[in-house]
């Protein structure tokens, strides 16, 4: 006979495994907003390089950024892959699960379990401990597998996502010297234009003035 105990703590291994999944998610979703946004960086990088007359030092540290991204989203892939089919396998152990507590008691491989201090009938015969070790062995696989993923998560923002970052870092101060300079050109360019145009009126006035020289 099986208490209520073992299946009690099975649906504590499932909430569990619940708990880890939505962490990961939520990493996921964390890291593919942080991509979104270096992409627009550089995005706005490549213009402004461009402006600049294709700056080289500046187009290597981008396509450093975006080679790391690239590797960031095929990492991010893999899990996502992986993330989906353990959101499968959850579905199915709750359908399992389920099912067992909708099946009459004599025909249930997973439920028929008597209330502490109680006894069940002969022909309701609770789950055998293979069933219960084996369902707590696929939880159990389940669950080492969705930590194993939450690590390689964990190995790779602080790591990868840095790299990333820090090339960033140093783009965008290339980036901020060559908007100071391109201000100054503007400046100079500026100053040109005004200039000429006082020297075009001082070439008039000279012009008027040897007129009336003339008469």
Sequence with gaps: MTNGNDLEKIKKERDNLKKQKIIMQAKLKQKEDKITDLNQKVRELQIK???SGGNQNLAEKIDRIEEEIARSKKV???L????????KELEETKKELKSARKQP???SKLEAVSVPGQQTQANQEGP???ELEYL???LQKKDNTISQLTEQLQMINPQQMANVGGSYM?????NAK??????????AKKSEASMKERLLQMEREKARDDDLMKW
């Design 49 to 51: 390089a461009k402006e």
């Design 178 to 187: 060559i908007r100071e300079l391109k201000g100054q050109v503007e400046l």
């Design 76 to 78: 991010n892939k893999q």
């Design 105 to 107: 008691k004599s025909e």
């Design 170 to 174: 140093k783009v965008r101060k290339l």
């Design 136 to 138: 707590r062995g696929q």
């Design 80 to 87: 996502r892959s992986e993330n989906n089919r353990l959101m």
């Design 128 to 130: 055998s401990a293979e």
